[in-house]
């Protein structure tokens, strides 16, 4: 989940245990009022003090045809943390996963319900962003908003670019 305070924003964490948290590991996004731990800084915050607007899920999507998975035409893209391409790279590579059991063309089956193939951005023929927000404009969501926009691919690549974990 994501927040933006003041325009910044932050990975946001709901936990019963150590409560509402903002998480980044940019140091230029914190004051005196973060703790660090494991290379991240933190800090609890509360609605009443702090100026959240939005609390939101991003999901990366592309349209992709596979040889084997005819079925599906959209996919979530998973971005891959330790990808050995740069981002901008035309051969840069995103994880898709389907509940199926495949294991031919690409396809890896990590288990019965779930196999996973890494395709290039270049054999995607669309890209999408989809906003899920259980927080938008200082109002709860319940049922939870979704915001969907088709964008170029330079417009995802930047998005994808800014929310990398080495930049939240």
Known sequence: MYTRINGTIYRYIDSEVQGRLIVTSDRKKTDSTFGMKEGYYFRTISNATDQIKDIYRLEFWVDYEDKVIKDEKKWIANIKRFS????????????????????????????????????????????????????????????????EFKVDKSLFLATLDQYRIDRI
């Open 84 to 147: 050995k391409y740069d981002i901008y790279d035309d051969d840069y590579a995103v994880e898709i996963s389907v509940s199926k059991r495949c294991e031919i063309d690409g396809w890896t089956m990590f288990d019965p319900f779930l196999s996973t193939k890494d395709i290039l951005l270049s054999d995607c023929t669309g890209f999408y962003l989809k906003y899920i927000y259980s927080k938008k404009e200082n109002v709860n969501c319940a049922p939870s908003i979704v915001e």
